[in-house]
């Protein structure tokens, strides 16, 4: 299956996309991820995408439609794969549909989350990610049971510097501005589904894998 997560920052994509990969046996490909492995190793790529990314703005549609392009290519994408943050503007959903028409194939589905930004607020200020194994914590929603250390790998955890007050501003702006679109643009494509994501994590994991399974997945 060929499914797309789309959702305002802090909507839970990342915590949900690890379930519902595994749910599907596809890969994994979080542009957001990607873009930080970048950075934390002062890749050029990271460079120049660390200066978007610190002012809560998009990286450019070229830079990243190129990178998942790349990513798509490897082997491991080629029967299915689930995007988490890509894409994020109408150009790039444009790109995607035709990177898959070359491919002879096209995207099954299109997952929206939905969530208000107040509980975007209350679930960016408090997310940690463990430095080790990349695991997503909340200091109140999922904590650890030792503070700032995994419970899953034992490595310490971190803020990330998107996850500032005034820089989650602005990624609420860009999304409603530039991302926002595409409901429209898979909803005319008939592709849409979208998950009420409020509540406990794994009352919209139950809902997500229950939408799916309505498309054979
Ligand atoms: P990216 O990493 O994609 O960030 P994002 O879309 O802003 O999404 P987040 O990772 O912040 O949130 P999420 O929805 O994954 O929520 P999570 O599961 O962590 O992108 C970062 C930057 O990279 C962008 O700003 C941009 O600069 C660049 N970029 C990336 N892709 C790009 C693209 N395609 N084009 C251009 N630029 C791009 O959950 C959040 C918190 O809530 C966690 O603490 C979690 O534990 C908690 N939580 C989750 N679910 C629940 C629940 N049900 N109840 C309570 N708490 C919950």
């Known amino acids: 299956m060929r499914l797309v997560l789309v959702g305002p920052p802090g909507a839970g994509k990342g915590t949900q996309a690890e379930f519902i990969a595994a749910h599907l046996a596809v890969p994994k490909i979080s542009t957001g991820d990607i873009f930080r492995a970048n950075v934390s190793q002062g890749t050029p790529l990271g460079v120049e995408a660390k200066r ?9 549609d070229e830079v990243t439609i190129n990178m998942v392009r790349d990513r798509l290519a490897e082997p491991d994408a080629s029967d299915g794969f689930l995007l988490d943050g890509f894409p994020r503007t109408v150009p790039q959903a444009s790109a995607l549909d035709k990177l898959l028409a070359d491919l002879g ?6 997952m929206e989350l939905v969530v208000d930004d107040d509980e975007v607020i209350r679930r960016l200020s408090g997310r940690r990610t463990c430095r080790g194994c990349g695991k997503i914590w909340h200091v109140e929603f999922d904590p650890t049971s ?3 250390i995994c419970d899953r790998c034992g490595s310490e955890l971190f ?3 998107d996850d500032k007050a005034e820089t ?3 990624r609420l702006v860009e999304y409603a501005d530039k991302t926002a679109p595409l409901v429209d643009f898979y909803g005319a494509q008939g592709k849409l589904v979208g ?4 509540g406990p994590v794994e009352d919209v994991t139950v809902r997500a894998i229950d939408a799916l399974r309505s498309y054979g997945g």
Not at 52 to 60: E, I, R, T, W
Not at 105 to 110: M, Q, W
Not at 195 to 198: G, K, L, S
């Open 52 to 60: 978007y990314m610190d002012a809560g703005q998009l990286v450019p």
């Open 105 to 110: 194939t096209a995207l099954d589905i299109v």
């Open 146 to 148: 030792k503070d700032n």
């Open 159 to 161: 803020q990330r510097d």
């Open 168 to 170: 989650i501003a602005n």
């Open 195 to 198: 998950i009420d994501a409020t």
